[in-house]
């Protein structure tokens, strides 16, 4: 007769234990995903001088600006991209090749 009663209490103690874990890993994972990265609190800051820039600017002006800002972040991404085929290139095992992107090739349509 105790064993009934040892899993009745052993599932609810881990009922128990379980919820308080799942709660604090679900704050803890919460709280990560509110704090703005670097990058975003960068972007952020590119964004409202942009904003600003592109109300007192003529729409050529404004889709010049829009570009440039758009090749820059091209650019950027490109750099991170190679930069993780480099990271992942060396941990696979395969020999890091050179990349043949060249943005100066780029022409406007």
């Known amino acids: 007769m105790s064993q009934p009663d040892n899993f009745g209490s052993g ?8 919820g308080l874990l799942g709660g604090v890993i679900g704050a803890l994972a ?5 704090q703005p990265s670097e990058a975003e609190e960068d972007f952020s800051l590119i964004s409202d001088d942009l904003k600003r820039n592109l109300a007192e600017a003529s729409t050529e002006e404004q889709m010049e600006a829009a570009r440039r800002g758009l090749e820059d972040k091209i650019a950027q991404l490109n750099t991170a991209i190679e930069d993780v085929r480099q990271q992942l290139g060396s941990v696979n095992g395969h020999p890091e090749v050179a990349s043949t992107y060249d943005p100066s090739n780029l022409t406007d349509s």
């Open 30 to 34: 919460a709280s990560r995903l509110q």
């Open 11 to 18: 599932f609810l103690l881990g009922t128990l234990v379980g």
